[in-house]
C-alpha cells in the first residue's frame, strides 16, 4: 500500500471544460478523499447530490457555492460540510486557482451511484454549514487545535478540525488507531513514522495511516521549518470506532477529519476523513 500519495495535477481522473480537474486520493471502506482545482471562471458539476456526507476544505483561494436554495462563499481554510442528499453547486468567481480536498462519508459500494444530477432546490434535509478556521485558536501553542466539523455543529458522519503545531514538537509515541487516520499537508514538512518506515512528507500529500498501523508524527527542526502535523487523538462519544481523516497544513496546520469506523462494514459506508462524531 502507498501511504503517502501526492496530488498530481498533470494526471486527474476527472476533468471538466475550462480545467477543472479532480484527483482521487484515497478510495476505501472508510471514505473517499478527492483533491479539486478550479480556475477563475470554471463551475464544477452541474447541480447534484451525493448518498453520502461530503465536507470541503478549501486550501487556496475561494469557492463559491450553491447549498440547496442558498449561495454562499467559502473562503480559504474554511470546511464545507454538506450532507447527504443536498443538492449543489460550486464554481470560482475569484482571480487565482481554487483548491479544496473533498471528504465523501460514508463512502459508497462499488454498486452504487457517487452522483445523482438534481434539478431542484430540496431543502428538507439537514442543513449545510460553512465554518471558517479561527486563527486565535492555533498560534501560541504546542497543538493549536480548531474543530470546524463535529456533532457538536450537526454532522454525524464526518468531523474535521484545522491543527498547527511549532517546528520541533512531536506528537504522541508510537501508537495505534481503531480507525483508519488521513493528514493533508498544507504547508512545510511533516516527518511521520509508518510501521518501520520514516517518511518525510512535504505539502500536497496525503498521508494514510490504516487502522491498527503503528505511527508518530512530529515537526522537523530547526523552528523556522514548520510542519503539518497529525490529528489530535481523540475518543468519540458513543461509536466505538473511527475513521479519521486529518489535513496537515505545510507550515505548520493540520485539517483532520474522522468518520465513524462503524461505517467501515462490508456494506454501503465508505468515508474518508470523517467521522461520525
Same mark, same amino acid.
Given at each position: 500500500? !502507498?501511504?503517502?500519495?501526492?496530488?498530481?495535477?498533470?494526471?486527474?481522473?476527472?476533468?471538466?471544460? $475550462?480545467?477543472?480537474?479532480?484527483?482521487?486520493?484515497?478510495?476505501?471502506?472508510?471514505?473517499?478523499?478527492?483533491?479539486?482545482?478550479?480556475?477563475?471562471?470554471?463551475? $464544477?458539476?452541474?447541480?447534484?447530490?451525493?448518498?453520502?456526507?461530503?465536507?470541503?476544505?478549501?486550501?487556496?483561494? %475561494?469557492?463559491?457555492?450553491?447549498?440547496?436554495?442558498?449561495?454562499?462563499?467559502?473562503?480559504?481554510?474554511?470546511?464545507?460540510?454538506?450532507?447527504?442528499?443536498?443538492?449543489?453547486?460550486?464554481?470560482?468567481?475569484?482571480? %487565482?486557482?481554487?483548491?479544496?480536498?473533498?471528504?465523501?462519508?460514508? $463512502?459508497? /459500494?462499488?454498486?452504487?451511484?457517487?452522483? !445523482?444530477?438534481?434539478?431542484?432546490?430540496?431543502?428538507?434535509?439537514?442543513?449545510?454549514? #460553512?465554518?471558517?478556521?479561527?486563527?486565535?485558536?492555533?498560534?501560541?501553542?504546542?497543538?493549536?487545535?480548531?474543530?470546524?466539523?463535529?456533532?457538536?455543529?450537526?454532522?454525524?458522519?464526518?468531523?474535521?478540525?484545522?491543527?498547527?503545531?511549532?517546528?520541533?514538537?512531536? $506528537?504522541?509515541?508510537?501508537?495505534?488507531? !481503531?480507525?483508519?487516520?488521513?493528514?493533508?499537508?498544507?504547508?512545510?514538512? /511533516?516527518?511521520?513514522? #509508518?510501521?518501520?518506515?520514516?517518511?518525510?512528507?512535504? @505539502?500536497?500529500?496525503?498521508? #494514510?495511516?490504516?487502522?491498527?498501523?503503528?505511527?508518530?508524527?512530529?515537526?522537523?527542526? @530547526?523552528?523556522?521549518?514548520?510542519?503539518?502535523?497529525?490529528?489530535?487523538?481523540?475518543?468519540?462519544?458513543?461509536?466505538?470506532?473511527?475513521?479519521?481523516?486529518?489535513?496537515?497544513?505545510?507550515?505548520?496546520?493540520?485539517?483532520?477529519?474522522?468518520?465513524?469506523?462503524?461505517?467501515?462494514?462490508?456494506?454501503?459506508? #465508505?468515508?474518508?476523513?470523517?467521522?461520525?462524531?
Amino acid at each position: 500500500m !502507498e501511504f503517502i500519495r501526492p496530488v498530481d495535477w498533470e494526471h486527474p481522473h476527472v476533468t471538466l471544460e $475550462g480545467g477543472y480537474k479532480g484527483q482521487y486520493l484515497y478510495a476505501g471502506e472508510s471514505c473517499l478523499i478527492v483533491a479539486t482545482k478550479v480556475p477563475p471562471g470554471v463551475a $464544477g458539476p452541474p447541480r447534484h447530490r451525493h448518498p453520502s456526507d461530503q465536507t470541503y476544505f478549501v486550501v487556496q483561494g %475561494e469557492i463559491s457555492i450553491e447549498l440547496g436554495a442558498k449561495t454562499e462563499t467559502a473562503k480559504k481554510r474554511s470546511a464545507v460540510f454538506i450532507p447527504a442528499g443536498l443538492p449543489h453547486h460550486n464554481w470560482n468567481d475569484g482571480s %487565482e486557482d481554487e483548491v479544496h480536498i473533498e471528504v465523501i462519508a460514508p $463512502g459508497v /459500494l462499488p454498486v452504487q451511484s457517487l452522483v !445523482e444530477f438534481a434539478d431542484l432546490q430540496d431543502t428538507s434535509v439537514q442543513p449545510a454549514f #460553512i465554518q471558517e478556521a479561527d486563527p486565535a485558536k492555533l498560534t501560541g501553542r504546542d497543538f493549536g487545535l480548531d474543530w470546524l466539523v463535529n456533532r457538536a455543529n450537526g454532522a454525524a458522519h464526518a468531523a474535521v478540525y484545522l491543527a498547527e503545531v511549532p517546528a520541533g514538537k512531536a $506528537g504522541p509515541p508510537l501508537h495505534v488507531h !481503531e480507525f483508519d487516520q488521513f493528514y493533508f499537508v498544507l504547508r512545510g514538512t /511533516l516527518s511521520v513514522e #509508518i510501521g518501520l518506515q520514516r517518511y518525510d512528507v512535504p @505539502p500536497g500529500h496525503l498521508v #494514510i495511516l490504516p487502522a491498527q498501523v503503528p505511527h508518530r508524527s512530529s515537526t522537523p527542526l @530547526p523552528p523556522n521549518a514548520p510542519a503539518c502535523l497529525s490529528p489530535h487523538c481523540r475518543r468519540p462519544l458513543s461509536p466505538p470506532m473511527w475513521a479519521s481523516v486529518s489535513i496537515a497544513s505545510s507550515s505548520s496546520e493540520a485539517a483532520t477529519y474522522r468518520q465513524n469506523a462503524a461505517s467501515t462494514l462490508p456494506t454501503s459506508r #465508505i468515508s474518508c476523513s470523517t467521522r461520525s462524531s
